[in-house]
C-alpha cells in the first residue's frame, strides 16, 4: 500500500473475525518499531503479543482501572480487548527514556497501526 494512502485508510476496528494471526506476520508487525524515532535515539521498548485468554481479560481490567475516561466520553467499553485474537502491548523502558517514554511509546503504537492496516489487518490503540 502507498504510505499516504496507508495513513489516510487506518481506522480504529473494534470488531475482529475469531481467527489467529500467523507469528510470521506478528513478526513483521513489530519489526516496525525498530525504526521508529526515539528520543536521543534511547529505543526503549519492549514488545509483548499477548495470545492467552487470561492475559487479555487482566488487560482489560487494567485499561478499566486506569483509563475510565475513554469509557465515559467516548461509550467505548474496550470489551473488545477481550474478544480480539492478539494484543500488541508496547512497554517502554522508563530507565532508558526517563523523559520522553510517553512520546516514545506512541510512536511506535502509531507505526504498529500502520503496520497493521497496511497488512489489511485491523486494531486501535
Ligand atoms: C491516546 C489514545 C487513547 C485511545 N484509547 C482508546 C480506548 O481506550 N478505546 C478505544 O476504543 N479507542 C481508543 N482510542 C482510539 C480513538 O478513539 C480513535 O483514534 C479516534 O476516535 C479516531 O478514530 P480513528 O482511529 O478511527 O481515526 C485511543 C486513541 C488514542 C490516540
Do not use: H
Request: aromatic content about 8%; proline content about 4%.
Amino acid at each position: 500500500m502507498e504510505t499516504i494512502e496507508c495513513i489516510k485508510s487506518r481506522r480504529s476496528r473494534r470488531k475482529y473475525l475469531k481467527k489467529d494471526i500467523d507469528n510470521k506476520i506478528l513478526e513483521e508487525i513489530v519489526d516496525v518499531v525498530r525504526y521508529c524515532p526515539s528520543s536521543l535515539n534511547c529505543q526503549p521498548w519492549e514488545i509483548v503479543i499477548v495470545k492467552e485468554q487470561e492475559i487479555k481479560n487482566k488487560i482489560f481490567e487494567l485499561k478499566k482501572r486506569f483509563m475510565p475516561e475513554f469509557l465515559i466520553r467516548l461509550g467505548y467499553t474496550n470489551e473488545c480487548i477481550v474478544e480480539a485474537p492478539v494484543l500488541i502491548v508496547v512497554c517502554v523502558d522508563t530507565k532508558k527514556s526517563p523523559s520522553r517514554w510517553l512520546e516514545d511509546g506512541v510512536f511506535a503504537a502509531n507505526s504498529l497501526l500502520l503496520a497493521i492496516n497496511n497488512l489489511g489487518l485491523g486494531g486501535f490503540i
